[in-house]
């Protein structure tokens, strides 16, 4: 019986880091975006964690009520990239927030990832134990829900 031999790229490897000492990574709110960081540092692409909030409801103060802090920006690009790993029954609360933003910002260039999309882009790169973790009904939580 032949068994599957997994390729496992260098951004991977815990020892791996191109642009950023480990002790300058930031504070990531799963692994998913540590991962996803790593992949942007491997192919040289640079990138911004959270580097903005954009301001979604106000009350009739004018005081925010809700807003919206992408995962990563990416300036080579001009776009924001949000991650989630949440079931595809409750990224919904990720969605809202993405159209809302359009609609106050359609200059802004996002793009959400979602579960499956994060599930086979570490997949295919031979991260299977990762890849696991985002699927069925055990994913992993997003620390930042607003």
């Known amino acids: 019986m032949a068994t599957?031999?997994?390729?496992?790229?260098?951004?991977?490897?815990p020892e791996f880091l191109v642009n950023k000492p480990e002790q300058n990574q930031p504070?990531?709110?799963?692994?998913?975006e540590a991962e996803f960081a790593n992949l942007l540092d491997y192919y040289g692409i640079e990138w911004q964690y959270e580097p903005r909030t954009f301001d979604l409801e106000w009350d009739a103060d004018g005081n925010v009520t809700q807003a919206f802090s992408p995962d990563f920006y990416l300036p080579g690009q001009d776009l924001y990239i949000e991650l989630t790993t949440l079931r595809p029954k409750l990224a919904g609360f990720k969605n809202r927030k993405i159209r809302r933003m359009q609609e106050l910002y359609p200059d802004i260039n996002v793009k959400l990832f979602k579960r499956g999309d994060i599930r086979r882009l570490m997949t295919k790169y031979g991260i299977d134990d990762e890849a696991a973790r985002i699927q069925g009904t055990e994913a992993q939580p997003d620390a930042d829900e607003t």
């Open 4 to 13: 599957k031999a997994t390729c496992r790229h260098p951004f991977f490897d």
């Open 27 to 32: 504070n990531f709110a799963n692994s998913a």
